[in-house]
């Protein structure tokens, strides 16, 4: 019976463990070549006074942590990114959870709102930023004209030139980026909840602050972290708006620990303290994301 | 406790007529059932009672007031859903308090309330526990318990049972009629299961395509069904139809008995029955077949263990149908006629 024997024949893509790993292969690589090999470089670095001067892996021990902590930019970078993370977050909660409800509802031109919603994230975050920064222009920005015309300012405000209107310029453009994002997470969340508990709230006679806040957001939380997590990692580990917008001026008042990592070590050259910034924050983003994903899980299966 | 009536109820979906103008009236302290297959309306009917939904036309009336436009919580309902609906975030304490929270009683009351509403279900012991550490049985109790808490005037159920086993579903339906009969409550009860829709209702409001098609005591719509739609929507196996010269007639397959087995009960019309297959179900036997004089409707005959006559597979029996278990229709509207002459 040569039907049987064809049929018998075993082929390499019959094997799941070849497959597994053939299918797997593209993904491996790609994070090896780009997310592992410069992640290990940059931990072998941080332990060497390496420069763009003296490119020589000279091991130093601590030495160049010490040198990074002793100057006040880092310390100053640090408590901005703090700041940074911790305002912009706090601003998302809030806009992301009542966006998300303006979301779900139905309405005409809903496509047209979730689009503009939608835009800030899909949008390249340089151009965005750009867009931004012609916003907040010292002399042309079209906020300074309406402000002006409405009699509620004389002179322009120089938002990028002083450093409490710059970090917060640089909190509202982060907020403008990531509130998408969030709102989109939040929504998924609110999609979740089945209809019949809003039904039985409204039975039961909740008014609809009531049920906002005492089933609905109860019932969002874990959802709410998670966005929360990509938020504060989001702020914590990309420069983009900061160092487009100010590249951490005036006077490194928004100086964070991104661009401060980049003006170091790509700007300055010296590629270990550059790396030994950048990696001061991994264990803080390692602890946040453990502490947040287990109390995500645990609300799920409580 | 209050009378629930609705009338010329209707309600579009956009092009979709989802109840299309219902008149219904309960009794005081009435068991009614909605009962229809999905789809029917029922369940929006339900909810527009609720105040969950609004009607695009008609008129809601909770003890002589009209409710039309008044919000869920302004309407002293309560409602039982088909999943329960219960708070998972919250204990089972918090959810049967959630309603008197929602209205403003204050703490002490509230926890004398809770404790009441809990002893009446026999879920005392399951006050601190949360509904996901639940059973099935014990999540309806509380769902029930909330439900209640508040000393509703009008009950309302949204297939409450359909979640559980089948065991467990005939202990729940024993419960709630008990509740019922000691509350005392208007009772609005979804359910697309005619088992418990006989079982339970007081009366049965039996629903098709957003319309009322009969509301009657479950031997009422069983017995006299008020169209054709009825006479085969209840019954397991659905009333045997047939098609006479300018008329429809029909007979519950209980009724339709071998020669020598009911010969002496009076009045009874003959047929000549075709037996093609036999199911033996214990309880009873399922004939199936047809009538050698209308040849094209299959017949089902439903013989009770008690009847031991043996039934040859193949052949012609002779078989009669009381003259008064005959029922009806009219061929092109369906609706229940008067009785006709049988000229076979």
């Known amino acids: 019976m040569t039907t049987t024997t064809a049929a018998r024949k075993r082929y390499l893509s019959d094997n799941p463990r070849f497959l597994a790993g053939l299918f797997m292969s593209p993904a491996v690589i790609y994070i090896i070549a780009l997310v592992g090999f410069p992640f290990v470089l940059a931990i072998i670095y941080s332990f060497t006074n390496i420069s763009t001067g003296n490119p020589e892996l000279d091991f130093v021990g601590f030495e160049t942590f010490r040198r990074v902590l002793a100057d006040p930019v880092f310390r100053e970078a640090l408590w901005n990114t703090f700041l940074f993370a911790v305002m912009a977050n706090l601003l998302v909660v809030v806009l992301a959870t009542a966006l998300a409800e303006v979301l779900i509802k139905d309405f005409k031109g809903k496509w047209l709102v979730r689009f503009l919603v939608l835009l800030p994230w899909v949008a390249p975050v340089s151009l965005a930023t750009i867009t931004w920064l012609w916003t907040l222009d010292s002399i042309f920005s079209p906020i300074d004209w309406v402000l002006r015309e409405l009699g509620l300012i004389t002179e322009n405000v120089y938002w990028l030139g002083r450093p409490g209107s710059a970090m917060g310029s640089v909190i509202a453009v982060q907020v403008w980026r990531i509130v998408p994002l969030a709102a989109v997470i939040v929504m998924a969340g609110l999609i979740a909840i089945p209809s019949e508990i809003n039904d039985a709230a409204a039975v039961d006679g909740a008014s609809s602050w009531r049920k906002r806040f005492q089933v609905t957001i109860p019932l969002l939380a874990p959802i709410i972290a998670v966005a929360v997590l990509f938020g504060v990692i989001l702020s914590i580990s990309d420069m983009s708006v900061v160092y487009v917008l100010t590249r951490g001026g005036p006077t490194n008042s928004t100086q964070v620990l991104s661009t401060w990592a980049f003006i170091k070590g790509i700007e300055g050259g010296a590629l270990g303290q550059g790396a030994a910034v950048a990696l001061f924050l991994l264990p803080v983003l390692i602890g946040i994301t453990a502490v947040v994903l287990r109390l995500a899980r645990r609300r799920e299966v409580l | ?344």
């Open chain 2, 1 to 344: 406790m209050a009378v629930v009536e609705v009338r010329g109820l209707r309600k579009e979906f956009g092009d979709v007529v989802a109840i299309d103008g219902v008149d219904l009236r309960s009794e005081e302290g009435e068991f009614l059932v909605l009962l229809g297959p999905s789809g029917c309306g029922k369940t929006t009917l339900l909810r527009m009672i609720a105040g969950l939904e609004q009607p695009t036309d008609g008129e809601i009336l909770l003890g002589d007031e009209d409710v039309v436009g008044l919000p869920p919580r302004a309407r002293r309902i309560a409602m039982v859903f088909q999943s329960y609906a219960l708070y998972p975030h919250m204990t089972v304490a918090n959810n049967i308090a959630f309603p008197l929270k929602a209205q403003g009683t204050d703490p002490a009351e509230r926890s004398v309330k809770v404790q009441w509403a809990a002893e009446l279900f026999g879920i005392e012991r399951l006050l601190h526990r949360r509904p996901r550490q639940l059973s099935g049985g014990e999540r309806q109790r509380v769902a029930l318990a909330r439900a209640l808490v508040r000393e509703p005037t009008v009950f309302l159920l949204d297939e409450p049972l359909s979640n559980l086993d089948a065991k467990l579903r005939a202990a729940a339906r024993d419960d709630l009629m008990e509740f019922q009969r000691r509350i005392g409550i208007t009772t609005i009860y979804v359910t697309h299961d005619q088992v418990e829709a006989m079982g339970m209702g007081d009366r049965i409001a039996v629903m098709n395509h957003g319309k009322v098609r009969q509301l009657g005591t479950p031997e009422e719509v069983y017995h006299h069904p008020a169209d054709v739609f009825v006479a085969q929507f209840l019954g397991s196996p659905p009333m045997n139809l047939l098609e006479a010269t300018n008329f429809l007639f029909g007979f519950r397959p209980e009724q339709f008995l071998p020669e020598g087995i009911a010969d002496h009960e009076g009045d009874r019309v003959p047929f000549t029955f075709h037996v093609n297959r036999i199911e033996y179900l214990g309880s009873e036997r399922y004939l199936y077949g047809h009538i050698r004089e209308y040849d094209e409707t299959k017949i089902i005959a439903m013989l009770p263990a008690t009847v031991t006559l043996p039934i040859a597979v193949d052949q012609n029996h002779k078989f009669s149908v009381a003259r008064d278990q005959l029922r009806f229709f009219d061929r092109d509207l369906g609706n229940k006629i008067p009785p006709q002459t049988l000229n076979p």
